[in-house]
């Protein structure tokens, strides 16, 4: 069993910046490729990012540059520093350990962190 928490989530204004974690947990001997997701209400979830044990992030288009990916281990834990907050940024942020190379998630799902961006 693995499990994924994720934490940070708050009410930011335009242009703040904001940092997420996420907690990994379970009998996988370490996750290889862990990523962060996120969904809007109504709306598929989607790629924020990922990032291969001692390798670069890879981002999606929509926040390149604005994203920071990086993670620890033992224990495990990942960190999504977003800036530049953009209206469209609002969503539940979810973090996912067990992510392929084409940037599908494969692992179960924790219950998010919300990020409201409202100005």
């Known amino acids: 069993q693995v499990h994924f928490v994720e934490s940070g989530g708050r009410l930011v204004h335009p242009g703040d910046s904001l940092k997420l974690s996420c907690a990994a947990s379970g009998t996988i001997s370490g996750f290889f490729r862990m990523g962060w997701f996120r969904q809007v209400s109504g709306k598929e979830r989607e790629l924020v990012g990922y990032i291969v044990d001692g390798g670069a992030p890879v981002y999606a288009d929509s926040v390149k540059g604005r994203a920071t990916i990086s993670r620890e281990r033992a224990p495990e834990k990942m960190h999504l520093q977003m800036n530049s907050l953009q209206l469209e940024d609002t969503a539940v942020y979810y973090c996912?350990?067990?992510?392929?190379?084409?940037?599908?998630?494969?692992?179960?799902w924790g219950q998010g962190t919300m990020v409201t961006v409202s100005a």
């Open positions: 996912n350990g067990i992510v392929d190379q084409w940037g599908r998630a494969h692992g179960p």
